[in-house]
């Protein structure tokens, strides 16, 4: 009965690591790495335990404001990347994520930066179509020689 019993907790511990890794890089691949599975094993836990489904989804909205975290510190603060010349380093210049800012300013200004698209007709009224088919008699094939 031991070696069962040792096994279960094993997996908890897999799993609390893996859900500890994901609340840290929203990434399931990279968590289940970190955690010593494979990503496999979390689609398994998901179906087969609803309190370790319950406790991942209850992580999802904390492994998003890391991403979030990430793309903000990509858009403001940015990177540095090396420049060379003749296989050497000569300098570094500071890259920064243009396309995080835009999503961030969509986000946090969206009558002004959203999406300018509209889905519906004039005033709100559904969008009315109409659509006509027209069958073509084609020419009759020509017979073949026997």
Excluded at 10 to 26: D, G, P, S, W
Excluded at 100 to 108: E, H, I, P, S, Y
Aim: with cysteine.
């Amino acid at each position: 009965m031991e070696p069962e019993k040792k096994l279960q907790t094993r997996t908890a511990v897999r799993m609390e690591a893996f859900l500890t890794a994901y609340r840290a890089t929203c990434n399931i691949t990279k968590s289940a790495g970190l955690a010593g599975c494979d990503a496999r094993r979390h689609y398994s836990w998901l179906e087969k335990c609803p309190s370790y489904k319950a406790a991942f989804e209850a992580a999802k909205p904390q492994a998003a404001e890391a991403l979030e975290d990430r793309v903000k510190e990509g858009a403001f603060d940015g990177w540095k990347e090396p420049i060379f010349f003749r296989g050497a380093q000569c300098g570094e210049v500071t890259r920064f994520d243009l396309g995080g800012r835009q999503m961030l300013l969509r986000g946090a200004m969206r009558e002004k930066y959203g999406s300018k698209v509209e889905l519906s007709g004039k005033d709100g009224a559904p969008i009315e179509s109409r659509v006509e088919v027209v069958f073509v008699n084609p020419k009759p094939a020509e017979p073949t020689p026997a």
